[in-house]
């Protein structure tokens, strides 16, 4: 029964939304195209000013790649890591998930379809790839799209952030899957 209602709510959920919003802003007196409009050409100048800061944080991470210092750094970090409870697989994906979404996407495709989805390290992987946020994507976006240059504290705590999601995905998942 309740499986049935959560499917039910699931699946017109978002046709209400889109029907009772336009629909409470016109009651409201509000004209619904004309700010739609302007909605749709501010984010369209939102995604112009994004590009610059989107091409930035892909060329270096190429270069990072390119250069062969991820590789090194994977190499350097995958032997401490594996005292820990780290499978080496996910070593790639802990270093490359702040800075990628795509290419941590990639990194758990392949675990996947190595080690299989209902192994531990394919399950520690998809963990691991829902537990952070691309910080130093997010940072670079959206800090430099709105023009802000000192970000303070901002990036200290994301990978704070960053490492505590690592921290807790590696522990429930030793606890949940192993």
Do not use: C
């Amino acid at each position: 029964m309740l499986n049935h209602v959560i499917d039910t709510v699931s699946v017109w959920a978002i046709p209400f939304l889109i029907g009772v919003i336009p629909l409470y802003g016109w009651i409201r007196g509000v004209k619904i195209y004309d700010v739609f409009v302007e909605g749709a050409e501010e984010g369209f100048k939102m995604a112009v000013r994004m590009i610059p800061f989107l091409v930035g944080i892909l060329v270096a991470l190429n270069i990072f790649q390119a250069s062969g210092a991820l590789d090194a750094v994977i190499n350097f970090l995958a032997k401490p890591l594996s005292y820990v409870g780290v499978p080496a697989p996910v070593v790639p994906l802990i270093l490359v998930r702040p800075l990628s979404g795509g290419a941590a996407l990639g990194i758990t495709t392949g675990i996947l379809q190595h080690a299989g989805a209902d192994s531990f390290v394919g399950k520690l992987a998809s963990t691991l790839q829902g537990s952070t946020d691309t910080t130093f994507y997010v940072i670079t976006l959206y800090f430099g799209s709105v023009a802000v240059r000192k970000t303070r504290y901002a990036l200290t705590v994301a990978l704070i952030g960053d490492l505590a999601g690592f921290v807790a995905a590696i522990v429930l998942s030793h606890w949940l899957y192993h």
